[in-house]
């Protein structure tokens, strides 16, 4: 069974910075696009984040451009998102993903619960 465990949420002060970690396994990671979601109180979930089952090719959302990087490493099946300067509207639970395509139009099968990331001004 495909499963996909995120790690790293907390409390975060804004203009700091956090590490989220999502752990794979029951599929071929390395055959697979990975992305990073988050979905706040009552807002539509939105894609962050995507990469390349090589991790060669890479999507943003423009807001978190030049903030947060998504990365990967295959000899672990893991998936990192890297933020920085967080801002306190980003505060949301953000969650890991799998699919075929990397990109964030793409459509994505698998789903791990998610790690909260809480803000603080």
């Known amino acids: 069974q495909v499963r996909l465990v995120e790690s790293g949420g907390g409390l975060v002060q804004a203009g700091g910075s956090v590490r989220l970690s999502c752990a794979a396994s029951g599929f071929t990671f390395d055959d697979n696009a990975m992305a990073w979601f988050r979905q706040g109180p009552g807002t539509h979930r939105e894609c962050v984040a995507v990469i390349s089952w090589n991790g060669v090719y890479t999507e943003y959302l423009d807001s978190v451009k030049g903030r947060f990087t998504i990365s990967r490493d295959n000899a672990k099946n893991t998936v990192v998102l890297d933020m920085d300067n967080v801002k306190p509207e980003e505060a949301a639970n953000y969650l890991c993903?799998?699919?075929?395509?990397?990109?964030?139009?793409?459509?994505?099968?698998?789903w791990g619960q998610g790690t909260r990331v809480n803000g603080s001004s």
């Open positions: 993903a799998t699919g075929p395509k990397p990109s964030r139009a793409a459509r994505w099968n698998d």
